[in-house]
């Protein structure tokens, strides 16, 4: 058996009407993984949106999900960032967590750390604001478990290849 | 000059505009605007069918037999949903159909309206594209894009939800739309590097098999033509696939027959001993290669699709090719003649001399009777009576259409219309229609069995109606053959409801739909029947009726490799493994 690897796919789509279903559909339809996946227009005028998805399986999987997607009559660009080089990944985070005396000070604290930002807060609540890697995010969820994590809301990760080159 | 016409008026002016001159129909509320514009022109026929599966089957046979797109126009709602296995179908065999299906006024969308369905999310998975009109500002290109969208690259299906208020609004019609999206842009010209890659592959080559499938059939009547050139050319022998029979002349020396499942001895052993593989227009089906691992171990295999993801989806090729095949077999014409390529002629000889042992196995034999009739016997006796004459075959689905595809002999593409990869019973009777209608003075046999036809029986009406002389001849067995096959082989001979009691008689079936029935019980009577048969101007039914116990080999069972075939019911067959019982 080929090893599972992990993979962040940018795929460029035209932002008319069904096209995130039938990404979506294309995914469980052949049973592949989606960890995450995000959508935004990100050119106004010509209509596009980028899809982020990171999704996991054998090399062989991962180039049969590249050419399904490429084969999607509204997909511009299918661009394999795991592959193409480096590239970055962001995550944003907001979390609630609820607390009084040592706890709410240590929460905090730890977001301080983290660069954190405290973006609501009621005398036993914050809401954190959190901008970084998953991984990272993770680490930093995890902390606020026992300091009174209540809720998570994530974007799911956008990336983007570092240097000049373009999708 | 842009002119101002409904909605309704707008697709029929894109129908003719796209050169269609049949559509296969059934009305219904959401779609009368269309319908009420119909009735006013007489560019466009109409096939009134007896059921929207039959107009989809009956638009895929009329595509499959001219290379055009097949049009199908149904209503909302329940007409949408009876149209979908027949859309699953034309994805699963790349076929090219632009459906038209009504929808409640944009207004009520959502609201549970009568008869209304969500027609683009449920046929999202089995089309290769689909769009919802919202703004009949929109409807002349999304025409026009259909129909692109269907016949390029890899052809399919492609719905086309029309709300009934975008049919009864006014909208432009603009002279010179341009279909051309900014994304979708098939690759049809293949990349000359690997064409040398190949070639100089091929050249090297000691036990060369090509393999080739209906991409070949799809890229146009030139591909075929050009395939059997290359392949004379080369000297090495050609196996096809179901979807493929006709890409070259069964007559040929080195046309080996079909392989898979129910393929030839010739052509799996072929396939399974080759050292360097030609895949043209095929796609590594499961039907083709038995147990992946055990399949064609130790070749080279080059991969000519226009579909990248047909690409290592199944098998991992050596040297992938992405292209037409008609404009991919110039290119290696080409570079075969200007490298002067000269394969091992030794080798070849010593190859072709393991075919024939191989063939010499005759693996279609089988123990005839003169007393019953045996459907391969049956078939043969088809086969003489129609072999001197062009003619189109349909097919149901099971064990008749394995038998079809080993004992009718087809020397031309597009004559050949059988449902390969969905597997669709109740398929053959409406492609008829459809093939009739495209063909309307030629020879269209349905060879079907008595199960199948009842799937789509009501399109007998349709036959009828538009007086097309389909011939529909089936192999009774009053059985389920090839479900009965398997639980023969492996389900112990438990055969949980695979006969049929209180099938009909189908002479007076015919008779009662105002078609012609004939019967044929032993074989002495065999060829009277079929002549008379070919003779009726007339839509016949002919109940050919068969030996119940006949089983469809040389077989590959399921979880098999391709040395690993049965020949015929003496031969025992391994225990099945635990992995080949999961498998259909």
Sequence with gaps: ?167 | MTQELTGAGIVIKALVDQGVDVVFGYPGGAVLPIYDELFKQNALRHVLVRHEQGAVHAAEGYARSTGKVGVVLVTSGPGATNAVTGLTDALMDSIPVVCLTGQVPTHLIGNDAFQEADTVGITRPCTKHNYLVKDIADLPRVMHEAFYVARSGRPGPVVVDLPKDILQGKGAYPDGIDVERRSYKPQTTPDADRIEQAVALMASAKRPLFYCGGGVINSGPEASALLTEFVRMTGFPCTLTLMGLGAMPASDPHFLGMLGMHGTYEANLAMHDCDVMINIGARFDDRVTGRLTAFSPNSKKIHVDIDPSSINKNVRVDLPVVGDVKLVLEAMIAAWKRTKARPDAAALAEWWRSIEQWRGRDCLRYKNSDKIIKPQYALQRLQAAIGDRDFYVTTEVGQHQMWAAQFLRFEKPNRWMTSGGLGTMGYGLPAAVGVQMAHPDALVVDVAGEASILMNIQEMSTAVQYKLPVKIFILNNQWMGMVRQWQELLHGGRYSESYTESLPDFVKLAEAFGAVGLRAQKPDELDDVIREMIAVKAPVIVDCCVDQTENCFPMIPSGAAHNEMLLGPDDVAKPVSEEGMVLV
Excluded at chain 1, 21 to 45: C, H, K, P, Q, W
Excluded at chain 1, 75 to 80: A, G
Excluded at chain 1, 118 to 144: H, W, Y
């Design chain 1, 1 to 167: 058996m080929e090893a599972i690897e992990r993979h962040t796919i940018s795929v460029l789509v035209d932002n008319e009407a069904g096209v995130l279903a039938r990404v979506i559909g294309l995914f469980s339809g052949r049973g592949y993984n989606i960890e995450s996946l995000t959508v935004a227009e990100v050119d106004m005028a010509r209509h596009l949106s980028r899809i982020t998805i990171v999704t996991s399986g054998t090399p062989m999987i991962i180039e049969q999900i590249k050419a399904q997607l490429g084969r999607l009559v509204p997909v511009h660009r299918v661009s394999d960032l795991t592959n193409e080089g480096p590239h970055l990944e962001r995550e944003l985070a907001l979390v609630k967590v609820n607390g009084t005396g040592d706890k709410r000070i240590e929460s905090l604290r730890i977001a301080d750390i983290f660069r954190a930002r405290v973006v609501d807060s009621t005398l036993e609540s914050f809401v954190f604001e959190m901008t970084g890697s998953p991984e990272k995010l993770n680490a930093f969820i995890n902390l606020m478990q026992p300091l009174g994590l209540v809720d998570v809301s994530r974007t799911g990760v956008v990336a983007i290849a570092r240097g000049p080159e373009a999708i």
